[in-house]
């Protein structure tokens, strides 16, 4: 809040008025003091409840790498393994899926 603004030919007012003043413009400074601790205390708490749910995140995110790669790595083994008729299977597999998807879609 700011103070008022007197018009110049106004007389000075006494000192207990301007005491008034202060002592109110104090409790409001501090209302408004004590409402930004509250809310940087709210910030606090938000940021490490973040920070704990990104790090959850970034935990699934690797199991789910490790478990991706190691299926990777099943497929690349058994493309490997000379039987042509398991990448055919890994073919068709993957058509189907992408047929099925095609069909919702297209239902809609």
Not at 84 to 104: A, T
Request: hydrophobic content about 40%; glycine content about 8%.
């Amino acid at each position: 809040m700011r103070r008022p603004n007197f018009p110049a030919d106004q007389p000075l007012r006494g000192g207990a008025a301007v005491e008034e003043e202060n002592d109110l413009l104090e409790s409001e400074l501090k209302g408004k003091v004590s409402a930004l601790k509250s809310l940087t205390i709210d910030i606090g708490h938000e940021v490490r409840y973040q920070n704990k749910m990104l790090n959850e995140m970034d935990d699934e995110f690797d199991s789910t790498g490790g478990l991706l790669g190691n299926s990777m790595k099943r497929v690349m083994r058994m493309a490997r393994s000379g039987h042509n008729r398991y990448l055919f299977y890994l073919f068709l597999f993957s058509l189907f899926v992408f047929l099925v998807i095609w069909l919702i879609i297209r239902s809609r």
